[in-house]
């Protein structure tokens, strides 16, 4: 008994040391989860302020700009095309009571002077104004609320680990306790699994310690903010300046890497464009937004299969992008997978149309971005023909022929049959709420574009064939034969300039005229003696009941 007595003694000594130690340790470990916590609720804070100075400094902005377009320089505008009317009059008088006016609607924005308002093309610089007004600010505001916010989750991180932490202490210290109870080798496994746990936790706590906390310099802010307030004025190369900047202070600094791989892109350097997608990719920039330029890029690139698999990603995330279900097709096209390219195509018209019916359900409007997607998805198929053809237009956006791995004759029945699809889908979901439905009888066989000619007395001598009209043209007439037409059908005529229509030229009404027979559609600023058609290619295309029936196209000179 004399000899067990001081061994006992010993072990109980042993252990007291060792709660003693980890009570110390379990004492260090609720301070610093206390202070990460504080940190963490600190951080969070912040965030909060900064995301509403944020949302604030948009929204008001915005709010400002509207005022500033919509109110003061349409205003001005109206006055301005006054003292046109005025000037081609000979209205002295008007002219200087319409200028007095002008100038003091001038004063009443900073939008309609230096260093906005650019005298040369009697334009304000809008995207500037917007730039200086708000979008560097709010930029700014919101990276430094992300950064506030990763900061706080990363603190917060820390002290639930420490809670973790102390719940192990916790453990080690039961596990010691019951060791003074036992008399057998098992009190040495409790101590040696208690000792365990502590070196453990003490390892951890080190990390934790070390470990270094997510930090976006303010100068990289800074600096990125810049660079998104020049992308906004198309002033690309500067841009990329500034966020070359921003990555030098934090080479890991993905909103940064994005924006800039966009800027490469607008300035169709499609290889830095796509590396600088991958590389905000790597930096932990993973959203839809990504994937979908990234594949883009690849399509334009003729990188097919990889473009084929970004899509697919961003989709399988987000199966409601239209726009980017049309981009798989075209991609698919390209890459002479035909039967796979219809399959997207019929599934991004589907999902157009149960949103729409989704949204007048709700009694909403579909959003605009709609209509944008399905009219690009037929322009981008345009494109891809127009290269083909060798006949490319400055808007065009398509992979070089040589990439291009099946040949026009392949392609060009497919790709046709899509654009009218898609065209009279669109068209018939704006205005019925379906897609279109089987066609009628009607048929236009061919369009041609012309000038009404008069002599100097003005009455009517015949109209002259032409696709080329001289720059200052402000009324063109599109002559066609047609036959198998019913008295109140939709008619829709829509005008495109440059790749993009123009609303103010669409008409809407029900077809008036025999069954049978020859029109000619007047297309026209004639009711104005200030507008006139702008120099480019336009195109005009005529659907009834919602179907695409011919269309036609010409040219405005510079």
């Known amino acids: ?67 500033d377009w919509q109110g003061a320089f349409q205003t001005w505008r109206e006055i301005d095309l006054q003292i046109i009317h005025a000037e081609q009059e000979g209205d002295t008088l008007a002219i200087e009571r ?75 210290l039961s596990l010691y306790g019951l060791s003074n109870s036992l008399k057998s080798w098992v009190r040495w496994l409790f101590v040696f699994v208690g000792l365990s746990m502590v070196v453990f936790n003490l390892g951890w706590m080190a990390y934790l310690l070390i470990a270094p906390l997510p930090e976006l310099p303010q100068a990289a802010i800074e600096a990125y903010a810049q660079g998104v307030g020049m ?22 600094y993905a909103n940064a890497l994005y924006e800039r791989a966009n800027s490469y892109f607008y300035l169709g350097d499609y290889t830095n464009a796509a590396q600088g997608y991958e590389a905000a990719l790597d930096a932990g920039r993973d959203d839809t937004s990504l994937g979908w330029n990234l594949g883009w890029t690849y399509y334009l690139l003729g990188r097919f299969d ?68 399905l009219d690009a998805g037929a322009a981008d198929l345009e494109s891809l023909l127009d290269t083909l053809n060798g006949t490319p237009k400055a808007w065009t956006q398509s992979p070089p022929a040589s990439v291009i791995s099946t040949g026009l004759s392949n392609l060009q029945n497919d790709t046709l049959g899509y654009i009218r699809g898609i065209k009279e889908a669109s068209v018939s979901l704006e205005y019925t709420g379906q897609l279109p439905g089987l066609s009628s009888n009607a048929i236009v066989p061919s369009m041609q574009a012309g000038e009404k000619i ?77 507008f006139v058609f702008t120099p480019g290619e336009y195109v005009v295309e005529l659907y009834v009941d919602y179907h695409l029936m011919q269309s036609v196209k010409f040219f405005v000179e510079e």
């Open 1 to 67: 008994m004399s000899n067990e007595s001081p061994q006992e003694d010993r072990f109980q000594s042993f252990v007291s040391i060792l709660i003693a130690t980890v009570t110390i340790i379990a004492a260090t470990t609720a301070f610093l989860q206390a202070f990460a916590g504080n940190q963490a609720a600190e951080a969070n804070r912040q965030a909060q302020e900064l995301s509403l100075q944020a949302t604030t400094k948009r929204v008001t902005g915005a709010v400002q700009f509207s005022y």
């Open 98 to 172: 319409y200028t007095e006016l002008r100038d003091r609607v001038a004063s009443l924005s900073p939008l309609l002077g230096p260093p906005y308002y650019e005298t040369s093309v009697n334009w304000p610089d809008s995207a500037r104004y917007e730039a200086d007004l708000y979008i560097v600010d709010s930029t700014r505001l919101t990276e430094q609320f992300t950064a506030q916010a990763e900061l706080g989750n990363a603190w917060d991180d820390i002290a639930n680990a420490f809670v973790i932490q102390l719940t192990l202490l916790a453990v080690t």
């Open 231 to 252: 992308a906004y004025q198309a002033r690309d190369q500067e841009a990329i300046q500034y966020f070359d900047q921003a990555l030098s202070i934090q080479p890991e």
């Open 306 to 373: 990889d473009a084929v698999s970004i899509n697919q990603q961003a989709l399988t995330r987000d199966p409601t992008l239209i726009g980017l279900r049309m981009n798989q097709g075209l991609v698919l096209l390209a890459a002479g997978r035909f039967g796979n390219a219809g399959v997207e195509y019929a599934q991004a018209l589907e999902e157009a149309a149960r949103q729409v019916s989704a949204s007048r359900a709700a009694g909403q409007e579909p959003p605009s971005s709609l209509w944008f997607y």
């Open 454 to 530: 008069d002599d100097d007395a003005g009455n009517f001598l015949r109209y002259d064939i032409t696709e080329s009209f001289p720059n200052g043209t402000n009324d063109v007439v599109i002559l066609f034969d047609y036959s198998g037409m019913q008295t109140g059908q939709s008619e829709i005529w829509k005008v495109y300039v440059n790749g993009f229509e123009d609303p103010s030229l669409r008409v809407v009404s029900d077809w008036k005229l025999e069954d049978t027979g020859s029109a000619v559609k007047q297309i026209t600023f004639a009711y104005s003696n200030v």
